[in-house]
């Protein structure tokens, strides 16, 4: 009889161990995505390129962090979605939330792509 109780009970914890983990796994930097790509335009003899910043996790993300060493451009680019805070850095979408399935998109235009790796991120507790 004992062999059985911590069998159901090992069996159960095993249980909630997965529907926990399943459903309340929290987000990371990782769920943070970055895809580029050039859009054919040409600003001043330089290749335009979109960026798109989006969250992949179903939890909202704010105050999203790039590493983006003063976003070189020749052309403007879109304050709101992605502004330098320090020579290094970049925050993205004034630090408004970011929900899964609306990204924020800004293009620049320079010699060669830049990379965008993500610094940090705020991650809002999921409902």
């Given at each position: 009889m004992g062999s059985l109780r911590k069998l159901f009970f090992s069996s159960?914890?095993?249980?909630?161990?997965?529907?926990?983990?399943?459903?309340?796994?929290?987000?990371?930097?990782?769920?943070?995505?970055i895809s580029q790509r050039k859009t054919g335009g040409i600003v001043e003899g330089k290749p335009e390129?979109?960026?798109?910043?989006?969250?992949?996790?179903?939890?909202?993300?704010?105050?999203?962090?790039?590493?983006?060493?003063?976003?070189?451009?020749?052309?403007?680019?879109n304050g709101w979605a992605i502004r330098p805070v320090d020579e290094e850095r970049c925050l993205v979408g004034d630090g408004r939330a970011i929900s899964r399935g609306t990204p924020v998109k800004f293009r620049y235009a320079w010699m060669t792509p830049q990379d965008f790796p993500v610094v940090s991120t705020l991650i809002h507790q999921c409902n």
């Amino acid at each position: 009889m004992g062999s059985l109780r911590k069998l159901f009970f090992s069996s159960l914890l095993l249980f909630l161990c997965i529907i926990i983990g399943a459903h309340g796994a929290p987000c990371s930097l990782a769920d943070i995505s970055i895809s580029q790509r050039k859009t054919g335009g040409i600003v001043e003899g330089k290749p335009e390129y979109e960026v798109s910043v989006s969250n992949k996790c179903r939890c909202l993300q704010s105050k999203v962090v790039l590493r983006c060493y003063g976003l070189s451009s020749v052309e403007s680019v879109n304050g709101w979605a992605i502004r330098p805070v320090d020579e290094e850095r970049c925050l993205v979408g004034d630090g408004r939330a970011i929900s899964r399935g609306t990204p924020v998109k800004f293009r620049y235009a320079w010699m060669t792509p830049q990379d965008f790796p993500v610094v940090s991120t705020l991650i809002h507790q999921c409902n």
